[in-house]
């Protein structure tokens, strides 16, 4: 505090704590009251006021399908319309008979230059001659149709004729109206029960023992998986952030840095598609195995990568990469050189000189990155429902979205993610007791 004062004055320090404590509050403290209450907060729908609103929500779905579907039909009887304003008798095929009258045909109808011509077989107003075979019809402009019978208006050219259109409109405005009729008296019941009988909400653990078999199983697998994620990226990020931090060369060094931080400015979801591109069953991936003669693309040959968890693992690696290897280098990055050029000196291995001299003193970076990259890949909703929907075992956080969005149960949702961020909890204190770090350590 005092060096806050020191380098930004009273003003300025006091505006940043305020600021501070109302982003606690606003974004952090309020929402978790508010998903904790709910958690608790169990809703009985079975009332007859929800009945009501159930059978209401029904019915104005239904009114609302019917409504498009009155919409596309208007828009076909004006398409009808208007293609018999366009098929109406245009006295001839140039225009150049001004003594024509709107009658079948004139003979040939090419160019309208004899007035006085008979009626004859040939078919009228067709200025191209591209229907021999057409009957005499009144309105045939464009003669595209060799079959077509006598019509007046154009109106067999279309696919249904305006009758059948509005045959078929007349029920729906029929059911259209039972339905606004059934609302009213609903809504009229409703308003008259509302006060008396309705959800029964209480304050009760349901909304966590009802989790059903499937739903807790899939949490278990959920805490698997992200456990693998994190193994996977220390694996991965282990050497990389050691090369960078012992790099002498600050040319190579800025390569490293650039090299890992291009990629990031990119989207997130557009990392994620990047991804689905490359392991899809017609993707890079397949590609480079048909290149190399190992499966034939045309004969239906290829791997379905997106098909398994292995492909949900490594785009969340690659995902939140950055988050584990920072940290890592950053603990790295303050170790005294001359420690690793001691033991190599006395004899050490590589092996050893990483066992006893760098990933003790890295411990409280790896138990950042693996906090940040666990919490990160538990509660992911992007990558799972990206990459090969519906072929892989679901994530819990895809649940917890089903319980708000899809089955409009958010106090069950609410308890879902409580049960969640419990588990992260309960993983960053584990964590904190295998690495033998702190809070100070972490700070640091």
């Known amino acids: 505090m005092n060096s806050l004062i020191k380098s930004y004055g009273k003003g300025l320090t006091a505006l940043f704590i305020g600021l501070a404590a109302l982003w606690i509050v606003l974004l952090i403290v309020l929402p978790q009251f508010s998903m904790i209450e709910r958690a608790f907060t169990y809703e009985d729908r079975g009332g007859a006021a929800a009945t009501l609103a159930l059978e209401i929500d029904r019915a104005y779905e239904e009114v609302f399908q019917i409504n498009t579907s009155l919409e596309e039909l208007d828009a076909e009887k004006d398409a009808v319309n208007v293609g018999e304003a366009i098929a109406k008798p245009q006295d001839g ?28 077989p040939a078919p009228s107003n067709d200025a191209t001659g591209l229907n021999p075979f057409a009957e005499p019809s009144g309105n045939d402009t464009t003669g595209l149709n060799p079959f077509g019978a006598p019509s007046s208006g154009g109106a067999t050219s279309a696919t249904r004729t305006i009758a059948e259109i509005e045959a078929e409109v007349e029920p729906l405005l ?21 006060e008396s009988v309705g959800l029964d909400t209480s304050y009760s653990l349901k909304n966590f023992t009802m989790m059903s078999s499937i739903h807790f199983q899939i949490f278990l697998a959920t805490i698997a998986y992200a456990l693998c994620v994190t193994i996977l990226a220390f694996i991965m990020c282990y050497p990389v952030a050691y090369a960078v931090a012992t790099t ?32 899809e069953k017609q993707g890079i991936l397949n590609g480079l195995l048909d290149l190399l003669g190992i499966i034939n693309l045309e004969a ?15 785009v969340m690696v690659y995902a939140y990469v950055l988050f584990m290897v920072f940290p890592i280098y950053n603990t790295i990055d303050t170790l005294d050189k ?31 990155g693996a906090i940040m990259t666990f919490m990160l890949s538990a509660g992911s909703i992007a ?21 708000f969005f899809e089955a409009d149960s958010w106090n069950q949702g609410a308890a879902y993610s409580l049960v969640l961020l419990v588990a992260c909890i309960v993983f960053i204190l584990f964590n904190m007791w295998v690495f033998r770090v702190g809070i100070r350590d972490i700070a640091k």
């Open 93 to 120: 095929a140039s225009s150049l008979n001004p003594f024509a009258t709107p009658e079948p045909s004139t003979s040939g109808g090419a160019s309208g230059l004899n007035p006085f011509a008979e009626e004859s």
């Open 174 to 194: 029929a059911r259209k109206g039972e339905l606004e009729a059934k609302i009213a008296t609903l809504e009229a019941e409703e308003k008259a029960t509302s």
């Open 248 to 279: 002498t060369s600050r040319n190579k060094l800025a390569i490293l840095m650039i090299g890992l931080l291009i990629p990031y400015a990119i989207n997130e979801l557009l990392r994620i598609f990047s991804w689905i591109m490359i392991l």
């Open 300 to 314: 239906g040959e290829g791997f379905r990568f997106v098909a398994s968890n292995g492909a949900v693992f490594t």
């Open 338 to 368: 001359n420690q690793i050029e001691a033991a190599r000196d006395l004899g050490a291995s590589t092996w050893r000189i990483h066992w006893r001299v760098v990933l003790p003193h890295a411990k409280p970076g790896i138990a950042v």
């Open 383 to 403: 990558v799972p429902s990206a990459v090969g929907r519906g072929l892989h075992p679901d994530w819990f956080s895809q649940v917890i979205y089903r319980r």
